[in-house]
Nanobody
Framework: VQLQAYGGGLVQAGGSLRLSCGAS????????MGWFRQAPGKEREFVAT????????YYADSVKDRFTISRDNAKNTVYLQMNSLKPEDTAVYYC???????????????????WGQGTQVTVSS
């Protein structure tokens, strides 16, 4: 599975961005998908995940009620809608795939098998 994340950019605090992640595999619909981020000098951290069936989601506390993960299996794409952005959201954002057919919503990066290249999000104060 090849993943490509895009949609990052520079935005002012309080603004919004929508990240997208396209997948090459025709089996995309069988993978749980996640978003992670890594700020300079920090470890990669979990942001959000969505199941491959049923549309269940799980968020890090730091982004809950501000970010929304969704997927369009017809387009082989997962999205991360980011609202009310804060300077501390500045990071490189990565999408990842866990599966196929994994019945879990994992926040452990080690449980994801495939990763995109990352897209930079910068939030100015």
């Amino acid at each position: 599975v090849q993943l490509q994340a895009y949609g990052g950019g520079l935005v002012q605090a309080g603004g919004s961005l929508r990240l997208s992640c396209g997948a090459s595999a025709r089996t995309f619909s069988t993978y749980a998908m996640g978003w992670f981020r890594q700020a300079p000098g920090k470890e990669r951290e979990f942001v959000a995940t969505i199941s491959w069936v049923g549309g269940s989601t799980y968020y890090a506390d730091s982004v809950k009620d501000r970010f929304t993960i969704s997927r369009d299996n017809a387009k082989n794409t997962v999205y991360l809608q980011m609202n009310s952005l804060k300077p501390e959201d500045t990071a490189v954002y990565y999408c990842a795939a866990d599966g196929p057919y994994q019945y879990r919503l994992s926040y452990y990066a080690s449980e994801y098998d495939y990763w995109g290249q990352g897209t930079q999000v910068t939030v100015s104060s």
